[in-house]
């Protein structure tokens, strides 16, 4: 027998992403009518490999192996279909060519089926959370639970909204392409706005499940990094929301201590930030450097990297964020953005001023935990403990996570001791 | 040392459901069992099977695609392997990944001359 250990040695998410590989190789060439056959073929193709491979080893190429499998199986349902959905043509140049598929162009090949895809799941005509779950589901290679898990739905829920998702995108007016001219930069602003959205998805604390979420986390990053490799795409905000991604990500070692707790910016220990990823961010946040308007995610990047890169909470650049909140709160008027930036103001004009501002806040907001969170450090940094009680209290009610709940009681608890 | 027969039967409806990274990490355990096994001498021969195949009953008079006996499980694949009794050949079948999946194991003694 051969030897069955390189089934160990395939590297990490090979099988999620060479899924999602093939799965829009062969939509691109067989048709997005043909999605579900694709899907169906190629969850058939892993599952031969998860049965094959311990017994015979791993192939040579796993990747051509993986796709030749998913493609005869698609050939061969087609070929025996008596409607035949998939162009005539495209069979016979299939049967042709498949024996001598060259794999330089094979590579490129992928690369842009798969970009194709990114553009078409973003699709206008799909609404948000459906965009969402197709990326997870075509091009990420997410399962239903997993995905059920990261959004924090249930599995039927998901798939039930992948069904209908998958109609829409079969039925609609999309084209599998890369948007030229002036639509491009359109589509693609959507494009990386569902990227941002699963970033912040997966970014978001949650005591449970810490792992499927940084995942979500890695995968936006590298959706992308695949959007910035290509010359086309190589947008200023791809490289913005990239850099911003990375400054984020390099905390993941230390957003919880080793049991779990929430450990906020000052508590966290910066000598285990991931260094590697904040000199990417670095870099990325370099390219999206341009003259002219500053984006939001520019600024955004910008006061990510000025946390990145300050040796200690006390040491951070307040100034410089406070000035960026103040242009991110002009091009992108929210309440999480004027609230965080209080925190800046409290740190460059004091926190009696920054309880001033918070009234202002709090009369267009709704109740919502971030708005006591910082209150009750205001209130915290002027002295006034019987308020800032007040305040984590109302937090603690309003959220419905459990590490920001555990996070706002520790604090109560320090207060009432003190 | 006597020689074993691993039959392996079913899983395949919870396979079925797997998403890539399941699949992939159980495909790993399979791989890390029998590379355990071939480590500690154990291992002697296996080989996976294709799920449909074909009952010949009556010299090929009767020939039904098979083997689906209604409500049994189907065999994905057999292993040989070098234990002294039946008892450790069952306790070496623990390991087995295919138990993840509601599977079973039969461990057959091959007879000898």
Redesign the interface.
Known sequence: MSNPTRTTEIVDHFFRYESSKVITYLVGKFGKENLELVEDCVQEALLKAMKVWPFKGVPDNPSAWLLKVAQNKVLDTVRRSQVLTAKKETISNFSARSSEVNEVTLDTQLHDDYLNMMFACCHPSIMGESQIILVLKILSGFGNREIARALMKSEDAIAKAYTRAKTKLKKSQVKLEIPIGRQLSQRLDIVLKIIYLMFNEGYSSSSSDELVKQDLCYEAMRLTKILADHPLLNHPNVNAILALMCFHASRFNTRTDADGNLQTLDQQDRSKWNKELIEQGGYHLYKSTRFGEESAYFLEARIAACHAMAPSFEETNWKLILTLYDALLEKRPNNITALNRLVALAKVEGADNALICLEEVKADSKENYLLYAIEGFLYEEVGDSKRATESYEKAIFLTQNEAEKNHLVQKLSEIVSV | MKEFMYLFRGGDAR??E???????Q???K???W??QL?QDGV?K????LQTDGKVVEKAGEIVTDGPFAEGKEVV??FLIVKAETIEGAVEISKGCPIFEHGGTTEVREILEM
């Open positions: 396979r079925a797997q998403s890539p990274e399941e699949a992939q159980h495909m790993a399979w791989g890390q029998m590379h071939a291992l021969a296996g080989q996976p994905g694949g």
